[in-house]
């Protein structure tokens, strides 16, 4: 199988996007040598780096977002009333959505922070600078039920494929000595029931510099 090239060109990126913020440690440095020195910037550039190079990359129609996703207790199509009976809900804020608005609308935006119905979002992702084990379940479960938020049906009635969801970092730390894909699946057995479905189950999982988990979606029988 090919595709060396291709695969190449995206490490080369990823090493320079990391290499980027290794600038601006070097440029604001914390007094203990250990990162950037206001750590509420810190973890704000590292949420707005991965926005920029997102932008770079994705199709003109979709946007690279911060915000809200709101679902309203209305009919979202000609004939769709499947969410008369509900009441209207909301996510917590959401550090990156990925967002259709060539084909459906923006409740209010301010710059890129955005309050969005569930039926544009293509993605949802969670930014940490070091992603720590304490993290795990509670970006998980935001994740899991902003997912359930979006969860909606076309006009014939077909539910439509959930969000991309991922938690991204660009370090991780943990104490107790064992695999990284085992302390991981720990903390997402926590999350996760037989009760959710495979769109509820995060999509990715890393640490830019060190590791990556990917969810693989199982082949149809």
């Keep these: 199988m090919d595709g060396h090239r291709i695969q190449q060109y995206w490490s080369h990126e990823m090493d320079a996007m990391i290499e980027t913020y290794r600038q601006f440690e070097i440029l604001i440095p914390a007094?203990?040598?250990?990162?950037?020195?206001?750590?509420?910037?810190?973890?704000?550039y590292v949420e707005t780096l991965i926005r920029e190079y997102l932008k770079r990359y994705l199709p003109r129609e979709l946007e690279v977002l911060t915000g809200f996703v709101m679902r309203p207790a209305v009919k979202t199509g000609l004939n769709n009333k499947v969410r008369?009976?509900?009441?209207?809900s909301n996510s917590t804020q959401l550090d990156i959505l990925i967002y259709?608005?060539?084909?459906?609308?923006?409740?209010?935006?301010?710059?890129?922070?955005v309050i969005v119905p569930p039926e544009g979002v293509i993605g949802i992702i969670s930014v940490k600078k070091k992603l720590k084990e304490i993290d795990i379940k509670h970006?998980?479960?935001?994740?899991?039920?902003?997912?359930?938020l979006c969860r909606c049906c076309n006009d014939e009635g077909k539910v439509i494929r959930g969000p991309f969801l991922a938690l991204v970092s660009m370090d991780s730390?943990?104490?107790?000595?064992?695999?990284?894909?085992?302390?991981?699946?720990?903390?997402?057995?926590?999350?996760?029931t037989q009760?959710?479905?495979?769109?509820?189950?995060?999509?990715?999982?890393?640490?830019?510099?060190?590791?990556s988990i990917f969810k693989k979606r199982p082949r149809r029988e």
């Design 195 to 211: 009760e959710d479905c495979f769109d509820d189950l995060i999509g990715y999982i890393g640490s830019l510099n060190k590791w």
């Design 31 to 44: 007094k203990d040598g250990k990162g950037a020195a206001h750590r509420g910037e810190d973890g704000r």
């Design 100 to 113: 259709n608005s060539a084909r459906y609308p923006v409740f209010q935006r301010f710059g890129d922070s």
């Design 139 to 148: 970006e998980v479960t935001a994740l899991k039920k902003a997912s359930k």
């Design 173 to 192: 730390f943990k104490k107790v000595k064992e695999p990284t894909d085992e302390w991981i699946y720990k903390k997402l057995l926590e999350v996760y």
């Design 84 to 88: 008369k009976s509900e009441k209207d």
